[in-house]
């Protein structure tokens, strides 16, 4: 791992990443967690503050960065519920089958190299009736700004940590064996081929 990915790229994740227009998203959804949760790339624990703690029993959190789960050390602090780290990939989660009510995950589909193989794993964990809450930003539905997109997607990648600009959100979730019981989407302020976000829920198709 080299200076850029181990000392800058979490700092400049980290606050790309709590900027008020995504801070705003996060609100939407995090609230809707419950019970035993998994959140997949939990990075620096910048949804934990958004929790309903009358709801949730215990977050456990996945990031292979180590770098990342260090940054999230305040956050968790600072919530009245039992945080856990796990810091394998989410193309193979180390908990067993149906042993979650809910799995969240924000901002991280962008990144994780084989997303519908990730989700299949969230699937495999959540309990019967569980539910997948999520706000990711992918392919616009713009054609000018997909060009956009598509363009600078590469050079993208290399500065942001893997993020991917153009994939289809609720085409993954419905390949990870999902069924969308709610989905929104709009451009959230900011440059638009990094702002097209989508929001929702799924259960197992």
Known sequence: MGFYAKHILPWGLHLACGVKPVRYQRRKVIPLA???????????????????AGKV????????SAEMRRLAEKAVKQVPFPVEFIGL????????????????????LCTIPDAVAALREMRRVLKPGGELVF???GLAPDA?????????????????GGCHLTRPIPDLIRAGGFRM???ETMYIPGWKPLCFNYWG???EG
């Not at 419950?34 to 309903?52: A, T």
Request: with cysteine.
């Open 89 to 108: 990939s989410g193309e193979d989660i180390p908990l067993e089958k149906a042993s979650v009510d809910t799995v969240v995950v924000t901002y991280t």
């Open 135 to 137: 706000t990711e930003h």
């Open 57 to 64: 029993e215990r977050v456990i959190g996945l990031d292979p």
């Open 34 to 52: 419950r019970g035993r949760v998994l959140e997949v790339g939990i990075g620096s624990g910048l949804n934990l503050p958004f929790y309903d």
């Open 181 to 183: 019981t709610q989905v």
């Open 201 to 203: 829920c799924a259960v």
């Open 144 to 160: 000018k700004v997909r060009r956009v997109q598509e363009r600078i997607e590469p050079v993208w990648k290399r500065l942001a």
